[in-house]
């Protein structure tokens, strides 16, 4: 098998296996979205005001929560060390990681997000559309949260660290989110700028993400 | 002098010791003149007194990302050239730049009080600097976090990099965010459209500012040489009392 798709295939038989965390972002997010009426109240035309931002918001705690996975326990049993010196450039390896990463923790959050809007009270006609802008905007924050996963792991600090260094990143990538979304549902604004935009930061993060990840990991575990 | 010449930490620190007195000096003098003129601009016919905050916040902006600018450069000297000093000149900016940030929103804050009558707005350019002061924040708990200055710098230097990657385009991502959701600003400045009274002491506190960011640049780099090498004796010292 191509070692690429062989790390995919292994790290998504770990994430769904005993002790993977892959269900636990959909539920965390699940456990977010229902907190929100009871912090704001049960009012159905804010809710479905602010319906995109609440998912948005979720979906990005909920990718932060699960990043800590990324290298952790492959640094912890040595199979990293094995990953960086193995023939396979250690961009691809690390990009193949992330792509794994995302399927398990990501695409489920795409998959319940039109559930949850139907929760929140978004428009019935735009929760696909709202899906749509997830599914590509999802793999943006894996990507740039795989940079701060690589420095917390060179550094072997994880958890709130993590969270501080990839949060402020991730701006830009919840402001063309939250944006297409709400183009979606207010009929004027044009969808596509923001959401082509959201497709860029996502292409962009795709090929920087695992250079900077992989420079964070050859100069923290050399 | 090339910069490889600066490579001897001992030089550098000689170096240093010689420059740093002119420079707070010069930095004295520059902060007393532009003071001075600064007091004795005429008031703004619209903001009245208020507008001589314009000489603290402007500058503060400049040198609160002039800071990560710094810091980037440090970083690819860190990362590429391996220049021994890099990383002690980045981790040194990093303090600096988060402090001016600082002290450009704080005083942006009580610009806007008297004028828009609100202490924030969520209005691009102050969510942008917002942001910026955030990513200083992080840095600095990256090294906080690292318990080797080396690995800690080229942590640092990592981040800073994709930092300065991400800056414009949250600058820019912002800037959209604000056009969509709020109507007509309430406020614009138009750099070219300051009166000369005003600008020519605005340029002298910039300059001030600089100065002030350079001597101290160095006083930090110093103290940072100086802290390794008490840290590496330490170090040697615990070596040989195990020994």
């Known amino acids: 098998m191509n070692p690429l798709a062989a790390i995919l295939v292994r790290d998504m038989r770990l994430a769904v296996r005993v002790g993977g965390g892959a269900l636990m972002g959909a539920l965390f997010f699940l456990i977010v979205v229902t907190m929100t009426p009871f912090a704001i109240g049960p009012e159905l035309t804010l809710l479905a005001r602010i319906g995109p931002a609440i998912l948005w918001l979720g979906a990005l705690l909920a990718s932060l929560l699960a990043l800590d996975r990324l290298f952790v326990t492959d640094h912890d049993d040595g199979s990293l060390d094995?990953?960086?010196?193995?023939?396979?450039?250690?961009?691809?390896?690390?990009?193949?990681?992330?792509l794994a990463h995302w399927l398990t923790t990501g695409l489920p959050l795409v998959v319940i997000a039109p559930l949850l809007g139907l929760m929140l009270n978004v428009d019935m006609h735009v929760l696909g559309w709202l899906a749509l802008t997830l599914a590509a905007g999802t793999p943006a924050l894996t990507f740039v949260g795989l940079v701060g996963a690589a420095l917390s792991v060179a550094l072997r600090r994880g958890g709130l660290l993590l969270a501080v260094l990839v949060l402020?990143?991730?701006?830009?990538?919840?402001?063309?989110?939250?944006?297409?979304?709400?183009?979606?549902?207010?009929?004027?604004?044009?969808?596509g700028p923001a959401f082509t935009i959201l497709c860029?930061?996502?292409?962009?993060?795709l090929v920087l993400g695992p250079i900077a990840a992989t420079a964070a990991l050859r100069h923290g575990l050399e | 002098m090339a910069v490889i010449d600066l490579a001897n930490p001992t030089r550098f620190l000689r170096i240093v010791d010689r420059v740093l007195p002119w420079l707070v000096a010069a930095t004295v003098i520059l902060f007393a003149v532009g003071l001075y003129r600064a007091l004795n601009a005429p008031d703004d016919y619209q903001q009245g007194a208020t507008v001589k905050i314009m000489f603290l916040h402007v500058p503060a902006a400049w040198l609160g990302m002039f800071g990560w600018a710094l810091m980037s450069v440090a970083a690819l000297g860190t990362l590429v050239w391996r220049h021994p000093l890099?990383?002690?000149?980045?981790?040194?900016?990093?303090?600096?730049?988060?402090?001016?940030?600082?002290?450009?929103?704080?005083?942006?804050?009580?610009?806007?009080?008297?004028?828009?009558?609100?202490?924030?707005?969520?209005?691009?350019?102050?969510?942008?600097?917002?942001?910026?002061?955030?990513?200083?924040?992080?840095?600095?708990?990256?090294?906080?976090?690292?318990?080797?200055?080396?690995?800690?710098?080229?942590?640092?230097?990592?981040?800073?990099?994709?930092?300065?990657?991400?800056?414009p385009i949250i600058k820019f991502s912002v800037d959209w965010w604000n056009t969509l959701h709020q109507p007509a600003s309430v406020f614009r400045v138009g750099g070219s459209t300051i009166d000369p009274s005003l600008l020519?002491?605005?340029?002298?506190?910039?300059?001030?500012?600089?100065?002030?960011?350079?001597?101290?640049?160095?006083?930090?780099?110093?103290?940072?040489?100086?802290?390794?090498?008490?840290?590496?004796?330490?170090?040697?010292?615990?070596?040989?009392?195990?020994?």
């Not at chain 1, 860029?200 to 993060?205: I, N, R, T, V």
């Not at chain 2, 990256?142 to 200055?149: D, G, K, N, V």
């Not at chain 2, 780099?221 to 840290?231: F, K, P, S, Y």
């Open chain 2, 200 to 243: 020519l002491p605005l340029l002298i506190m910039a300059l001030a500012f600089t100065l002030l960011f350079v001597t101290l640049h160095l006083a930090v780099m110093r103290n940072e040489i100086l802290r390794r090498r008490v840290r590496s004796m330490r170090l040697m010292q615990a070596q040989e009392v195990h020994a």
């Open chain 1, 200 to 205: 860029a930061l996502s292409l962009a993060s």
């Open chain 1, 168 to 191: 402020p990143l991730t701006v830009p990538v919840l402001i063309f989110g939250v944006a297409s979304a709400n183009a979606a549902i207010a009929e004027p604004t044009p969808f």
């Open chain 2, 86 to 167: 890099a990383d002690v000149s980045g981790k040194a900016a990093a303090p600096i730049g988060a402090a001016f940030t600082f002290i450009c929103l704080v005083t942006g804050s009580l610009w806007g009080r008297p004028t828009w009558g609100t202490y924030w707005v969520w209005d691009a350019r102050l969510t942008s600097m917002l942001v910026l002061l955030l990513l200083y924040l992080s840095v600095l708990a990256l090294y906080w976090t690292a318990e080797e200055p080396g690995r800690g710098s080229r942590a640092a230097a990592i981040l800073s990099l994709v930092g300065a990657v991400n800056l």
């Open chain 1, 82 to 98: 094995l990953l960086m010196m193995a023939e396979v450039p250690l961009e691809l390896t690390v990009a193949a990681k992330a």
